[in-house]
C-alpha cells in the first residue's frame, strides 16, 4: 500500500463506472458536486467467456481430484462460474488445502465492497471462504453454506456482500479445508469502488508530536506503556499515536483508552479515513470508530485475525464512509493487554452540508401505516413486525422489526422488510431516518436498499455489533444520494429473540439528481439486468434490463430447482434500456429470473408473495 499517493488517487479518480441502478436509469456522479458519492464497479467477472479479467489468477495447496477453474454455472442460471475444487482430503483438512482466487487491480484503489453470487454443491463438508486484501484478512468476510456442515448442498445461489472500506491492491478469495466431499463456486464477481465526498473538515497526522486542542483522551487501564504519540516508521512517517499497554494479561474488555477528536459544531459526517497498524505480538486488543457515542458501521481496528501473536508489517488505510450527525468522532481501543498495541495516524474528517427540501414521510404517530409502505417478513416472530408503542425511548411510536423464535445461528432464514415505493420517481438529496436496537443487542442488523440496490455501508441497529448491550436513545442517520428513487427498503436480518431494531421518523431531502452514465445518446455502456421492483411483489412486477447494442433477446422465469416456467421475451430488441412487466399467475415463492444475449447472461430472484 501507499500512504498520501492512495489518499490524492481516492480524491481525484474520475473513471468509475457507477454501481447503483436507479429503475432502469444508471446513475453516477462523474462531474457530481462535492457533496456527491461515488459507487461504481472497479472490476466485473461472470466468467461467461471461459477465461479471467486482466490481473486475475487463481493457485491452491495440497492435492486435488478436481482442481480449480471455470466450470459449469447452472446452478447460478448461468453457463460458466468459478470452482474453488475439491482435494482428495476426507476430514481435518484444515489450511493444509486451500484454494485462492486472486484479483490484482494493478493500483491501490478505494475499495467498498466485493460483491458475488456462492453456492456450495455436493456435500457441504469442509470448505470455508474468507477475503484478503494485500494479505489481510477483512473482518467478516468468512462466506459458506450455513449451517456450516450441514451435508445438504445449496439448490440456488445466494448473494455474499463483504463491506471492506480500505484502500489496497490485491484482493485474495480465499477458501480453506476443502474435502472431497464439497465445493464452492462463484459467480457475477464485481469489486465496488467508492469516491470519497464532501469538504475536507480535520485532518491530524501527529507529526508535532503534541495532541492539539481539539483532541483528548480518555483512559480506563493501569498502563505498563501508557498512550502517547510515539516515533514509528510503519505509516511511512514519524510519529503516530498509541494507544497504549495495559498491564492486563487475560479478560481485559474493561480496559480501554479514547482519541476523541471534538470539531466546532455539530456537523454531517460524510467519511472517516485514517492509517492503523498493531504493534508487537497481536493479543487483546481490537476497536472500533464512534461519532457522538454511538459506533460506526465497518470500522474495525486491530489486526485480523485476532490474537494471532503476530505483529503488523504493513498498514491498513480505512476510508469509512460515516452517513451520522455529530460533533465528535471518537476512536476507541479495549481489550489493551500487556502485549500489543495499536497505533493510529493520517486522520481526515470530511463533511457535508445538507441541501434540498425536508420532507417527513413517516413519524408514525398516528399508529398506521400510509399505504406507500408495505411489510414483508420471513421466519417466526415473538414479537410481530409493526408499529408499536415506546414512550420509554422518547418517541411515542416507532416502527418495531419484531422478535424472532430464533436464539441463534439465525441469519438469512428469519427477516424483515419494511418497502417505502413512491408513486413517482422523487429527486432525492439525502435519506435521513432514526433508530436504535432494545434488548440485549445480538444478531439483527440492517441495511439500505434504493431501488433494489444495496446502498454501501448502510448498517443500522447497534454498533459495534452483537457487544450484547442495548441503546438508551435513537442514532440520527443520514446518507446522501442524489439520485432519482422510486423504492426505499429497510430490511433487518439475523433476527434472533433477544434483540429488536426499531426505526422511526424517516424524511428526505428533495434536490438535484445527477444525470445519466451512458453513452452516445444514452445508450448504456455495458449490460445489465436490474433487480425486479417492486420486490417482494405481489402479481405484478417491472424487470429492468439495458443492452449496448442491437441483440436478440431473452428473458424466462425458472423455479429455484432449476424448471424453466415461462420464456417473458424472446426476440430482436435495439440498443437502450427497457422495461419488462410481467404479471404472475403462480404461488407464492422464490423464483429466478434469467436473461441471455449472445455476450451476456445473467440472473435475479424474485419473490412473490400472494
Known amino acids: 500500500m501507499i500512504g498520501k499517493e492512495a489518499a490524492m488517487k481516492c480524491r481525484s479518480r474520475v473513471t468509475v463506472q457507477v454501481l447503483v441502478s436507479m429503475i432502469c436509469l444508471v446513475l453516477t456522479a462523474p462531474q457530481a458536486k462535492a457533496d456527491t458519492p461515488s459507487y461504481g464497479y472497479i472490476l466485473f467477472e461472470d466468467f461467461e467467456d471461459m477465461s479471467l479479467e486482466p490481473g486475475m489468477s487463481s493457485f491452491f495447496t495440497g492435492t486435488f481430484n478436481e482442481t480449480p477453474g471455470i466450470k459449469d454455472g447452472s446452478i447460478f442460471m448461468s453457463s460458466y462460474a468459478w470452482g474453488f475444487g475439491r482435494s482428495d482430503c476426507s476430514k481435518d483438512c484444515f489450511k493444509n488445502y486451500t484454494s485462492t482466487l486472486r484479483i490484482d487491480l494493478g493500483a491501490p484503489e478505494c475499495i467498498s465492497s466485493i460483491v458475488f453470487d456462492m453456492a456450495e454443491l455436493y456435500d457441504n463438508w469442509g470448505s470455508v471462504g474468507a477475503c484478503y486484501l494485500d494479505g489481510q484478512l477483512i473482518p467478516g468476510s468468512s462466506f459458506q453454506r450455513l449451517p456450516h456442515n450441514d451435508r445438504i448442498a445449496d439448490l440456488t445461489g445466494n448473494e455474499v456482500c463483504i463491506f471492506i472500506n480500505m484502500i489496497g491492491q490485491v484482493l485474495d478469495l480465499v477458501v480453506e479445508d476443502i474435502t472431497k466431499d464439497s465445493e464452492i463456486f462463484i459467480d457475477n464477481l464485481r469489486i465496488c469502488g467508492y469516491e470519497p465526498h464532501g469538504k475536507e473538515s480535520f485532518f491530524l497526522n501527529f507529526e508535532e508530536g503534541v495532541l492539539p486542542a481539539e483532541v483528548s483522551v480518555i483512559e480506563a487501564a493501569a498502563y505498563t506503556l501508557p498512550w502517547g504519540v510515539r516515533e514509528t516508521g510503519i505509516f511511512g512517517s514519524t510519529r503516530a499515536f498509541g494507544f497504549g499497554k495495559s498491564d492486563c494479561q487475560g479478560n481485559c474488555h474493561a480496559f480501554y ?50 490474537n494471532d ?142 431501488n433494489g440496490v444495496l446502498y454501501p455501508n448502510s448498517d ?123 404479471t404472475a399467475s403462480l404461488p407464492s415463492g422464490v423464483y429466478v429470473c434469467r436473461i441471455e444475449t449472445e455476450k451476456y447472461r445473467s440472473m435475479r430472484k424474485l419473490v412473490l408473495i400472494r
Open 257 to 306: 483508552t479514547d482519541l476523541i477528536i471534538t470539531l466546532p459544531e455539530q456537523m454531517y459526517i460524510a467519511s472517516i479515513q485514517f492509517k492503523e497498524a498493531e504493534a508487537d505480538s497481536n493479543f487483546g486488543s481490537c476497536g472500533n470508530v464512534y461519532v457522538d457515542g454511538r459506533g460506526v458501521p465497518v470500522s474495525t481496528l486491530g489486526r485480523i485475525p485476532v
Open 460 to 582: 443500522f441497529g447497534r454498533q459495534p455489533h452483537n457487544d450484547l448491550e442495548s441503546d438508551t436513545s435513537f442514532t440520527d442517520c443520514i446518507y446522501p444520494v442524489h439520485h432519482e428513487v422510486q423504492l426505499i427498503e429497510f430490511r433487518v436480518w439475523d433476527i434472533s429473540n433477544a434483540s429488536e431494531i426499531l426505526i422511526d421518523d424517516i424524511m428526505i431531502h428533495e434536490g438535484e439528481t445527477t444525470g445519466l452514465t451512458s453513452g452516445e445518446e444514452g445508450i448504456p455502456k455495458v449490460y445489465a439486468l436490474h433487480q425486479n421492483y417492486p420486490n417482494p411483489f405481489n402479481a405484478s412486477t417491472a424487470i429492468c434490463y439495458e443492452i449496448p447494442v442491437r441483440t436478440r433477446v431473452k428473458v424466462s422465469l425458472y423455479d429455484v430447482r432449476g424448471r424453466l416456467i415461462d420464456v417473458l421475451l424472446d426476440r430482436i430488441e435495439d440498443a437502450g434500456r427497457h422495461v419488462l412487466s410481467y
Open 309 to 450: 501473536f503476530e505483529p503488523d508489517t504493513l498498514f491498513r488505510e480505512h476510508i469509512v464512509p460515516a452517513g451520522r450527525i455529530g460533533s465528535t468522532v471518537m476512536f476507541r481501543v479495549r481489550d489493551i493487554t500487556d502485549k500489543s498495541e495499536i497505533m493510529i495516524d493520517d486522520i481526515l474528517i470530511r463533511t457535508f452540508e445538507i441541501s434540498g427540501d425536508p420532507i417527513m414521510l413517516a413519524d408514525f404517530e398516528d399508529g398506521v401505516l400510509d399505504p406507500m409502505f408495505m411489510i414483508a417478513g420471513k421466519g417466526e416472530y415473538n414479537t410481530e413486525p409493526g408499529i408499536q408503542d415506546h414512550s420509554g425511548t422518547g418517541h411515542s411510536k416507532v416502527f418495531s422489526f419484531g422478535r424472532s423464535t430464533c436464539g441463534s445461528g439465525c441469519f438469512f432464514q428469519n427477516s424483515t422488510s419494511l418497502f417505502m415505493q413512491f408513486p413517482q420517481p422523487r429527486n432525492v438529496a439525502f435519506l435521513r431516518f432514526r433508530t436504535m436496537e432494545t434488548g440485549s443487542n445480538w444478531g439483527s442488523s440492517g441495511r439500505v436498499f434504493i
